[in-house]
């Protein structure tokens, strides 16, 4: 009954920026750290940002500290990621999941595509 919907993709050129969102219900959410995932064409899944359950403490994949920040709000059981200065690199289907220690529990939503592209 977990259900993780993301939202807020689209295309945009290069240094735009976007908001995605991820609305979680089935769980508790305000006891669970959250995370935002990425997968690009032929490439593995990454992790690129996490937060806390409180919020109080975050973390970045090299390739995005300074133009992401992950935010949430645990009374509308949602978690943001503010996407700046985007780079073409930054193309792909984008995640949101708990269990970041365990790299996402096994109930991965449908995903909002990022492109960037000129």
């Known amino acids: 009954q977990v259900q993780l919907v993301e939202s807020g993709g689209g295309l945009v050129q290069p240094g735009g920026s976007l908001r995605l969102s991820c609305a979680a219900s089935?769980?508790?959410?305000?006891?669970?750290?959250m995370g935002w995932y990425r997968q690009a064409p032929g490439k593995e899944r990454e992790l690129v940002a996490g937060?806390?359950?409180?919020?109080?403490?975050?973390n970045y994949a090299d390739s995005v500290k300074g133009r992401f920040t992950i935010s949430r709000d645990n009374a509308k059981k949602t978690v943001y990621l503010q996407m700046n200065s985007l780079k073409p690199e930054d193309t792909a289907v984008y995640y949101c999941?708990?269990?970041?220690?365990?790299?996402?529990?096994?109930?991965w939503g449908q995903g909002t595509q990022v492109t960037v592209s000129s």
């Open positions: 937060i806390s359950s409180t919020g109080g403490v975050t």
């Open positions: 089935g769980f508790a959410f305000s006891s669970y750290a």
């Open positions: 999941n708990r269990g970041i220690a365990r790299g996402g529990v096994g109930s």
